[in-house]
């Protein structure tokens, strides 16, 4: 499985305050589930809003995950719970919904899944894609999911990157 975000660090913690970016909704991450993982820990993916209204509507989108939640990093006990996360000790693995490189990652996504969405395309589109012709896909995360952009001519695909992993 396909896990494009960064682990959350202690120091980003300090960052986001120094950018304003106070709030953090916490959701369930399950890109980053390791099966080969002796310990269970909980994956927990957070995304980053200086709005405390933008961070309310993901929260909204995400409602039904048990680990939803908004931590407000202006909030001392909020940071003390982040932090206590974040430590090897905690039950928890923290991503942040962050790429760190965009080119590394299109590549990747490229070389191990072009194949996966020349499938996608024939199978749920009327594009009639030559030997010759190339899509190159973009990428986007709304409320912590991976969706892919592809774009041929004028017409252009939003789709759940699981989508076309399971293509």
């Known amino acids: 499985m396909f896990q494009p975000f960064e682990k959350f660090k202690h120091n980003y913690v300090n960052r986001l305050i120094e950018l304003k970016k ?3 909704v916490s959701q369930t991450y399950i890109r980053a589930f390791d099966h080969c993982d002796e310990i269970y820990k909980t994956d927990i993916l957070v995304t980053d809003y200086d709005d405390p209204g933008l961070a309310k509507i ?3 989108a ?3 995950d048990k680990y939803a939640a908004i931590i407000d990093l202006t909030k001392e006990k909020h940071r003390k719970k982040i932090r206590e996360m974040l430590e090897p000790s905690s039950r928890y693995v923290v991503y942040w919904s962050i790429v760190k490189d965009v080119k590394e990652m299109e590549m990747r996504l490229n070389n191990r899944y072009s194949e996966n969405m020349r ?3 024939i199978k749920n589109t ?3 894609i030559g ?3 190339t899509i190159r896909p973009s990428f986007q995360v709304t409320f912590g999911e991976l969706y892919i952009i592809l774009k041929r001519s004028t ?3 939003r789709v759940r990157f699981d ?3 399971k293509s």
């Open 22 to 24: 106070y709030f953090l």
């Open 58 to 60: 993901h929260l909204n």
């Open 62 to 64: 995400v409602a039904h």
């Open 119 to 121: 499938r996608y395309i």
């Open 126 to 128: 009327g594009w009639r």
């Open 131 to 133: 030997a010759d012709e």
């Open 155 to 157: 017409q252009t695909l």
């Open 163 to 165: 989508e076309i992993e």
